[in-house]
């Protein structure tokens, strides 16, 4: 009887439930059954306390002396799904002094943003990152991107509208004036200066934008330029360069790049390639191209050097149509002539040719041109007194080397040069400089050939003067690269007359040849290089289409010049060898050339 009735008392006590019923996502809840004896869950667990993560109902009973109690009420769990991440926005900049809003597109539930706020939006007055996170059903999301926000300078352009001299386009309400540090970034449209004159100081323009120059306008600079952007301008619009210190540009396209500083100790460097259209103006200041170029359009007039002002480095015309007219650009004229040259194209650098020891002037003119002057053109090398690099002017040679990375020859003979201007006639562009009496080359080579004969191959060899020459070493290679020395022929020192020399390899039937020049003080030349043989050797040359039309390609394995020669002689075109190269042969006359490198060499036939 008092089992019945302690088992009647067990079945009147029914187990209680306790424990969070509210979890998120991915997380856990323990729920507790009330004191008992035993349990039953409606999970089958058979614990005080379980842990569950998935939504649903469950309830318990409570086990005593083998008697179960009522069910307990029913527990419900609910799971809340995560917060999407929100996402911030809102103008990610403002100018300084300003502010901008941010808000989450999150529009329910609370928040919790990195500055404490707990406001769907809120207002900023600080550059830096800013990120916030959305809190629903006690569940809070991932925190949102980092929102950087910029605190723009005065003069930085807004890009409302196109036109510079708007106010409302820039930070601090006024178009840019002389002691104006402007930066262009991406922000709204590009501007277009037009219509008038506009002047600042540093002016920085950033990747993929392009500040452009109407005709009739002029940006005076008077710091520098900098960034990845780009001043576009047309013919007609103008830079001006005044700084009070050296002033540094990059990529420019401009109508006329004026140079005038009022200092003719002041430097304009430039970082990237520039080009005018219509002309460079030097007043005051030098322009140095580093290893950039300063390109003078097709349009572009002839600059006028001054000994205040002028260009150090690299400048050039691109290919500009002569035909049987004069050319005058960079201090080199090429006088009007019966031959039609096609196009001109002509470069100046400042490197001196090396002759061994010597140099020769600053100045080294490169002239590349459709067709050569066959019957003769002169050529005139002027320059001013900062190119004379120490040089005898009364006693000048003019020098020209056929072959890039070839050995300079003499083209007339010795000239006063005390006006900084010399004259010559040739049938032959290519590259050109003067040099005095003093540092002349120190051999003068007149030719190298070699021919298969029954005893080996014979190679000939003459020089018009020589100077301090021990004599010359031998070298041979079957790749027309690497090569051994396998003779020595005594030089004549120092002498003008014409020496023939002459060596036979007897080891081999063909080979590439060159000559390693001695000085007695140790200093070396080599000549170029020569092939004595039929076969292909290291170096292949493939040409086809041939016959051919338009353009041919040229394959080989060697490097050096790939020359195409007429039946005359006459080499009519001359480029580096690549690997594969496409040459345009469209303006050659119908008939029969040579194609050929470093000796080995193809028949092309033109139609």
């Known amino acids: ?55 649903g109902s469950y309830t318990v009973q409570a086990i005593a002396s083998g008697c179960t109690s009522a069910t307990s009420t029913p527990a419900v769990v609910v799971v809340n799904a995560i917060p999407t991440a929100p996402v911030i926005t809102g103008t990610n900049y403002f100018c300084s002094g300003g502010s901008t809003v941010l808000t989450s597109t999150i529009t329910t539930g609370s ?48 890009g409302n509208t196109t036109s510079w001299t708007t106010g409302s386009n820039w930070c601090g309400g006024n178009a840019p004036g002389t002691g104006t540090d402007v930066t262009i970034t991406s922000i709204g449209v590009m501007p277009v200066l037009t219509g008038t004159s506009a002047t600042c100081r540093n002016l920085t323009i950033a990747e993929g934008r392009t500040l452009a120059l109407a005709s009739g306008v002029r940006l005076t600079l008077r710091g520098n330029l900098s960034g990845l952007g780009n001043i576009v301008g047309v013919s007609g619009s103008i830079l001006r360069l005044r700084g009070n210190a050296n002033q540094t540009i990059p990529r420019v396209i401009v109508g006329t790049l004026v140079m005038d500083n009022n200092n003719p100790n002041l430097t304009l460097n430039l970082s990237g390639n520039v080009t005018v259209l219509d002309g460079v103006t030097l007043t005051d200041g030098i322009i140095n191209t580093g290893s950039h170029y300063l390109i003078l ?10 000994a205040a002002s002028y260009i150090v480095g690299n400048v050039r015309t691109p ?64 320059w001013s007194a900062r190119a004379d690099n120490g040089k005898n002017l ?43 009496a003093s540092s002349p080359l120190p051999v003068t080579w007149s030719s190298f050939t070699g021919t298969q004969t029954q005893f080996g191959n014979q190679l000939n060899w003459t020089t018009s003067s020589e100077l301090n020459n021990q004599g010359f070493s ?40 060159r000559l390693q020049q001695l000085d007695f003080d140790g ?21 086809y289409p041939n016959p051919a039309t338009d353009k041919v390609t040229v394959k080989t394995k060697g490097t050096g010049t790939i020359e195409i020669v007429s039946l005359v002689g006459q080499v009519v075109i001359s480029e580096l060898a690549a690997e594969t190269n496409e040459i345009n042969i469209s303006k050659l006359a119908k008939g029969v050339y040579t194609v050929r490198l470093n000796g080995a060499s193809q028949k092309l036939v033109v139609r």
């Open 319 to 382: 290919a500009r149509n002569v035909g049987t007219g004069a050319i005058t650009m960079l201090g080199l004229t090429i006088a009007a002539g019966t031959d039609n040259l096609d196009t001109v194209m002509i470069e100046r650098t400042e490197t001196p040719a090396v002759f061994g020891s010597n140099q020769g002037i600053r100045h080294v003119w490169k002239i590349r041109a459709g067709n050569q002057p066959v019957n003769g053109r002169q050529v005139t090398l002027s």
């Open 523 to 543: 200093k070396t030349a080599y000549s170029t290089t020569i092939k004595v043989g039929d076969s292909e050797l290291g170096v292949a040359l493939e040409v």
């Open 1 to 55: 009887v008092r089992s019945r009735g302690l088992g009647d008392v067990y079945k009147r006590q029914t187990p209680t439930i306790s424990g969070t019923t509210s979890i998120c996502t991915g997380s856990t809840t323990t729920l507790t059954a009330s004191a008992a004896s035993g349990y039953l869950w409606s999970t089958g667990a058979t614990t005080q306390t379980i842990t569950v993560s998935t939504a």
């Open 111 to 158: 928040y919790l943003w990195n500055t404490g706020a707990t406001t769907r939006s809120i207002t900023v007055t600080a550059a830096g990152d800013y990120n916030v996170r959305v809190i629903t059903n006690g569940c809070t999301s991932a925190v949102s991107s980092n929102y950087t926000i910029t605190s723009l300078a005065n003069g930085t352009w807004l």
């Open 474 to 513: 031998i070298e041979r290679s079957t790749d027309g690269r690497n090569f051994t020395k396998i003779g020595f022929v005594q030089g004549y020192g120092t002498t003008n007359a014409k020496q023939h020399y002459q060596f036979t390899d007897r080891q081999v039937s063909e080979g590439y040849y």
């Open 394 to 436: 009364t006693a000048l040679q003019v020098y020209r080397r056929p072959d890039i990375g070839g050995e300079w020859i003499r083209v007339g003979g010795i000239q006063n040069g005390s006006t900084r201007s010399l004259t010559v006639t040739t049938n032959s562009f290519s590259d050109w400089t003067a040099s005095d």
């Open 297 to 306: 359009a097709n349009t572009a007039s002839n600059p006028t050097e001054i």
